[in-house]
T-cell receptor
Framework: GQQLNQSPQSMFIQEGEDVSMNCTSSSIFNTWLWYKQEPGEGPVLLIALYKAGELTSNGRLTAQFGITRKDSFLNISASIPSDVGIYFC?????????????FGKGTKLSVKP | GAGVSQTPSNKVTEKGKYVELRCDPI?????LYWYRQSLGQGPEFLIY????????DSGLPNDRFFAVRPEGSVSTLKIQRTERGDSAVYLC?????????????FGSGTRLTVV
């Protein structure tokens, strides 16, 4: 099935550092989403973006919806150990029978205290 | 319930056997989705229910996979003649309004291992 291009695949950083990850697609979406998944759990929504160019923050997380509607990035500032997990971008075209999310392969984040 | 409940949490089965995976969505959520997540990958869409009917089953990989939601609440994903390649985490999600990101809540998944 279709998946988005997400990079980097993994990151190993020191506590307190900032993190940036991005996601690109060959097709446009009208919504971009960022999820975090911890071991043994399902993905949990972090941020949702609805408009091209939109910049949205949720605490230490900031995400942007690319102008072309084919990309998005997520930044995490001042990382802490509990930020560890796998971060997924997802694209969505809602309306009608289209309701399924298209996910990236994930960015695995490790934070060294 | 408070969240999406999936049972069993783990299932080990022999190649060729039949399995059923159950999803209890959040009460009142009309839309229900099944995704499959292979190791090291993001979730991939399988099927979407709006009420009792499958609105989109384009993600089902082949005819060994089937899902039902007879009363518009609980859903069962059924896999016949399981193969080792079916090993994955099967995630269920539900939402109050189909296709919108808010209220799109995932369960913890069923980890299926075919040996």
């Amino acid at each position: 099935g279709q998946q988005l291009n997400q990079s980097p695949q993994s990151m190993f950083i020191q506590e307190g550092e900032d993190v940036s990850m991005n996601c690109t697609s060959s097709s446009i979406f009208n919504t971009w989403l960022w999820y975090k998944q911890e071991p043994g759990e399902g993905p949990v929504l972090l941020i949702a973006l609805y408009k091209a160019g939109e910049l949205t923050s949720n605490g230490r997380l900031t995400a942007q919806f690319g102008i072309t509607r084919k990309d998005s990035f997520l930044n995490i500032s001042a990382s802490i150990p509990s930020d560890v997990g796998i971060y997924f971008c997802a694209g969505l075209n809602y309306g009608g029978s289209q309701g399924n999310l298209i996910f990236g392969k994930g960015t695995k984040l490790s934070v060294k205290p | 319930g408070a969240g999406v409940s999936q049972t069993p949490s783990n299932k080990v089965t022999e190649k060729g056997k039949y399995v059923e995976l159950r999803c209890d969505p959040i009460s009142g959520h009309t839309a229900l989705y099944w995704y499959r997540q292979s190791l090291g990958q993001g979730p991939e869409f399988l099927i979407y229910f709006q009420g009792t009917g499958a609105a989109d089953d384009s993600g089902l990989p082949n005819d060994r996979f089937f899902a039902v939601r007879p009363e518009g609440s609980v859903s069962t994903l059924k896999i016949q003649r399981t193969e080792r390649g079916d090993s994955a985490v099967y995630l269920c999600a539900s939402s109050q309004t189909p296709g919108t990101p808010y209220g799109y809540t995932f369960g913890s998944g069923t980890r299926l291992t075919v040996v």
